[in-house]
């Protein structure tokens, strides 16, 4: 049998001498190296923070565009299909990237990226976009007002502050679950990584499957029912993911609330272009991302709080009671009859 060797310390004094020397080298390496990968490390922040900033401009400009160049009527619709190919993107995004990285290692995924940003602006710039543009000043008064009328239209029109406080309500939700799935999962369900690959995934096909159903549904009924009813099948969801604990159950409440979210999503973009005026579009969807940007942060951050004061299965309940909260607070402010109201009287 083999017993393991146990090194002998050396003299104190040899220790020294043979050590000393080594360790300020390794020391030295050592510290190159920590400052290369900080350094490394800055440089990937400080390249995410500016495609983050650039990226914002993009939304705005979408809505722009899109209340540009589709009829009024058609809004709904073309929303509803911007929102599918959005979601299917990013639920085939990551198979595809990993697909890359196999193949042809991961800065493939950078080379791509970038061809489809440029293939983007090559796409969005044969269109033609007629549109005058909005009175502004160059005085910093003026850049103030300008910053803070979106805010102002959005929250003194009743049926847009509604809808987009139900949108922003949601999207929070969203992001305050989000994280504790991967904990639902492993701690509830008592399963791996194939089962939260699942519960994930079915969110994100519940969002293709609401924004695919919503146009159809919405066709007689006006935005706001639209919001409602998103609302009450997103909260159903959540509070059934709250009480059961079954893996088939999870997977079709996760599938319920990504359809709630679609309907609401939709809903709240089509009545946003449709209300505001279109020298005020750019400033007011502004104001929809920021405020929507804030949302998600805000449910990122409190997640983990939450599930430690509360228990996860708590939070889920929470969440689902809120939700129920706030459209009890629209049915009493629309009225029965102006709920089911067509989209002509939106």
Same mark, same amino acid.
């Given at each position: 049998?083999?017993? #393991?060797?146990?090194?002998?310390?050396?003299?104190?004094?040899?220790?020294?001498?043979?050590?000393?020397?080594?360790?300020? =080298?390794? +020391?030295?390496?050592?510290?190159?190296?920590?400052?290369?990968?900080? @350094?490394?490390?800055?440089?990937?922040?400080?390249?995410?923070?500016? @495609?983050?900033?650039?990226?914002?401009?993009?939304?705005?400009?979408? +809505?722009?565009?899109? #209340?540009?160049?589709?009829?009024?009527?058609?809004?709904?619709?073309?929303?509803?299909?911007?929102?599918?190919?959005?979601?299917?993107?990013?639920?085939?995004?990551?198979?595809?990237?990993?697909? @890359?990285?196999?193949?042809?290692?991961?800065?493939?995924?950078?080379?791509?990226?970038?061809?489809?940003?440029?293939?983007? $602006?090559?796409?969005?710039?044969?269109?033609?976009?007629?549109?005058?543009?909005?009175?502004?000043?160059?005085?910093?008064?003026?850049?103030?007002?300008?910053?803070?009328?979106?805010?102002?239209?959005?929250?003194? =029109?009743?049926?847009? %502050?509604?809808?987009?406080?139900?949108?922003?309500? %949601?999207?929070?939700?969203?992001?305050?679950?989000?994280?504790?799935?991967?904990?639902?999962?492993?701690?509830?369900? =008592?399963?791996?990584?194939?089962?939260?690959?699942?519960?994930?995934?079915?969110?994100?096909?519940?969002?293709?499957?609401?924004?695919?159903? *919503?146009?159809?549904?919405?066709?007689?009924?006006?935005?706001?029912?639209?919001?409602?009813?998103?609302?009450?099948?997103?909260?159903?969801?959540? %509070?059934?993911?709250?009480?059961?604990?079954?893996?088939?159950?999870?997977? +079709?409440?996760?599938?319920?609330?990504?359809?709630?979210?679609?309907?609401? *999503?939709?809903?709240?973009?089509?009545?946003?272009?449709?209300?505001?005026?279109?020298?005020?579009?750019?400033? *007011?969807?502004?104001?929809?991302? +920021? *405020?929507?940007?804030?949302?998600?942060? @805000?449910?990122?951050?409190?997640?983990? =709080?939450?599930?430690?004061?509360?228990?996860? #299965?708590?939070?889920?309940?929470?969440?689902?009671?809120?939700?129920?909260?706030?459209?009890?607070?629209?049915?009493?402010?629309?009225?029965?009859?102006?709920?089911? $109201?067509?989209?002509?009287?939106?």
């Amino acid at each position: 049998m083999l017993k #393991r060797a146990t090194p002998k310390p050396l003299p104190s004094c040899s220790t020294a001498t043979a050590a000393g020397p080594g360790d300020r =080298h390794a +020391s030295r390496d050592q510290g190159e190296a920590e400052d290369l990968v900080f @350094l490394r490390l800055g440089q990937l922040c400080a390249i995410f923070i500016a @495609l983050s900033v650039v990226s914002s401009f993009f939304g705005p400009a979408q +809505s722009v565009a899109l #209340r540009t160049l589709v009829a009024k009527e058609k809004l709904l619709a073309a929303n509803a299909l911007m929102s599918q190919a959005f979601y299917a993107v990013r639920l085939l995004s990551p198979v595809v990237a990993g697909a @890359l990285v196999a193949w042809l290692t991961e800065k493939s995924c950078f080379y791509f990226d970038a061809f489809s940003f440029y293939f983007s $602006a090559a796409m969005i710039g044969s269109l033609l976009i007629k549109r005058d543009a909005a009175p502004g000043s160059n005085t910093v008064k003026g850049f103030l007002d300008q910053l803070t009328s979106g805010n102002r239209f959005i929250f003194t =029109h009743p049926s847009l %502050a509604f809808v987009i406080t139900s949108m922003v309500s %949601a999207m929070f939700m969203m992001s305050c679950l989000s994280p504790l799935f991967s904990i639902y999962v492993r701690d509830i369900l =008592h399963s791996g990584v194939f089962i939260y690959g699942l519960v994930s995934s079915a969110v994100g096909v519940g969002l293709i499957g609401g924004t695919a159903t *919503v146009n159809r549904f919405g066709r007689e009924r006006s935005k706001k029912s639209i919001v409602l009813t998103g609302l009450i099948v997103c909260a159903a969801g959540v %509070a059934l993911l709250g009480i059961f604990r079954a893996v088939p159950a999870a997977v +079709s409440t996760t599938f319920t609330k990504g359809f709630g979210i679609g309907f609401v *999503v939709v809903a709240a973009q089509t009545l946003m272009q449709q209300e505001t005026p279109p020298a005020m579009l750019g400033r *007011v969807s502004s104001s929809f991302v +920021s *405020v929507f940007s804030l949302a998600q942060v @805000l449910g990122l951050v409190l997640s983990g =709080h939450l599930a430690v004061w509360f228990g996860i #299965r708590a939070v889920f309940l929470l969440c689902a009671a809120a939700l129920a909260l706030i459209v009890t607070v629209g049915l009493i402010q629309h009225r029965p009859a102006e709920i089911s $109201a067509g989209a002509e009287t939106d």
